[in-house]
T-cell receptor, first 119, second 114 residues
């Protein structure tokens, strides 16, 4: 089955540091990748949608300068949390689909998430 | 506004017992409904996916139902095991000219005790 690998699984760093999270589709080409944030005991909140080779579409309330998303290839998307602060501490999850747009029956394959802790 | 509501928020059952989780949605235009299992600290894993014309779908001990008229779905877990302890998330997909949009339910946190 389709596998999405997310790295690192856990990050602990000081306030002010920028942190990059990678999301890779291992056995399929991911034309669309999604980035989610999840607070404890809450469901996933979509942050942004990225299509390979184009700018990401951010959800309302998500700062694009704070959360930089790059989807330069069909198998890799990165999320960079710039100048992270304690309030950015959260569980970040990526997912990927093999087709864009209207193929809504294509499943999203999720990574295992990255636990980000900012001290 | 598209919404997905799940109940109960949390549930504790004894190993071996059955349970049913509920999902009500107001999503339009409806495309499909998925149930995911999310273990603590892990990403969600798909259990079932159902389109408008499907009423029931099984995946091992998991059976999902869909009533598109009442906009309700359920996930029934049979003969629960300790490994079933997880959050179960109902996700409804809407489809429009801009593509598909997912609406996530808040999840049901299931704990199976020995």
């Amino acid at each position: 089955g389709a596998v999405v690998s997310q790295h690192p699984s856990r990050v602990i760093c000081k306030s002010g540091t920028s942190v990059k999270i990678e999301c890779r589709s291992l056995d399929f080409q991911a034309t669309t990748m999604f980035w989610y944030r999840q607070f404890p005991k809450k469901s996933l909140m979509l942050m942004a949608t990225s299509n390979e080779g184009s700018k990401a579409t951010y959800e309302q309330g998500v700062e694009k300068d704070k959360f930089l998303i790059n989807h330069a290839s069909l198998t890799l998307s990165t999320l960079t949390v710039t100048s992270a602060h304690p309030e950015d501490s959260s569980f970040y999850i990526c997912s990927a689909t093999e087709h864009t747009g209207t193929y809504s029956n294509q499943p999203q394959h999720f990574g295992d998430g990255t636990r980000l802790s900012i001290l | 506004k598209n919404q997905v509501e799940q109940s109960p928020q949390s549930l504790i059952i004894l190993e071996g017992k059955n349970c049913t989780l509920q999902c009500n949605y107001t999503v339009s235009p409806f495309s499909n409904l998925r149930w995911y299992k999310q273990d603590t600290g892990r990403g969600p894993v798909s259990l079932t996916i159902m389109t408008f014309s499907e009423n029931t779908k099984s995946n091992g001990r998991y059976t999902a139902t869909l009533d598109a008229d009442t906009k309700q779905s359920s996930l029934h877990i049979t003969a629960s095991q300790l490994s079933d302890s997880a959050s179960y998330i109902c996700v409804v997909s809407a489809s429009n000219n801009a593509g598909n949009m997912l609406t996530f339910g808040g999840g049901t946190r299931l704990m199976v005790k020995p």
